[in-house]
């Protein structure tokens, strides 16, 4: 009888992330990776861009009296 192996996960040779934006499988070494695309890194940047604007803090008078 063997003794017990230790429950180590097997080494996966890097498995294939997906695309942020469209859920695609990317390879490790696609040129946009995260990114499955260019395109789909563009996209994904534009989102942060509209959320950051969405989540600003409002105006406040102060901002508005700076001279
Ligand atoms: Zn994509």
Redesign the pocket.
Known sequence: MPPPQPSAPAPSPMPPSA?P??A?SVAAEAPAFP???PR?KQIDLGRWFNESYKVSRPIEQADLDEE
């Open positions: 695309c934006t469209c695609a990114f499955c695309s789909c």
